[in-house]
């Protein structure tokens, strides 16, 4: 069992920036693909960014794509999403994800373990 703990999250002002830390208790990411979802209220979850994290490659949608970035800490068992310039939209709860296999999946199904999510509030 992998347990994932988010922290970062917060109140900023929109253009303003954070960095979200997602650690693993007594595990390294070697070998997991990585990746971050974030839900609005009134909405769905929905895919943020995803990372292989043995060969660093990644993956984001569209609406965070040129100021987003996913990437590994120099420990194995923590991954960062550093979030600039920030917009009200991105007003979300985000959760980090895991799945002991190569690759960026973009859809949660394809993730076995999830934290318990992080708030992030941005205002206008």
């Known amino acids: 069992q992998v347990q994932l703990v988010e922290s970062g999250g917060g109140l900023v002002q929109a253009g303003g920036s954070l960095r979200l830390s997602c650690a693993a208790s007594?595990?390294?990411?070697?070998?997991?693909?990585m990746g971050w979802f974030r839900q609005a209220p009134g909405k769905e979850r929905e895919f943020v960014a995803s990372?292989?994290?043995?060969?660093?490659?990644?993956y984001y949608a569209d609406s965070v794509k040129g100021r987003f970035t996913i990437f590994r800490g120099s420990a194995q068992n923590t991954v960062y999403l550093q979030m600039t310039t920030l917009k009200p939209e991105d007003t979300a709860i985000y959760y980090c994800?895991?799945?002991?296999?190569?690759?960026?999946?973009?859809?949660?199904?394809?993730?076995?373990?999830w934290g318990q999510g992080t708030q992030v509030t941005v205002s206008s």
């Open positions: 994800a895991a799945v002991p296999k190569s690759g960026i999946p973009t859809i949660e199904a394809s993730y076995d373990y």
């Open positions: 990372m292989d994290w043995s060969v660093g490659s990644t």
């Open positions: 007594g595990r390294t990411f070697r070998s997991y693909a």
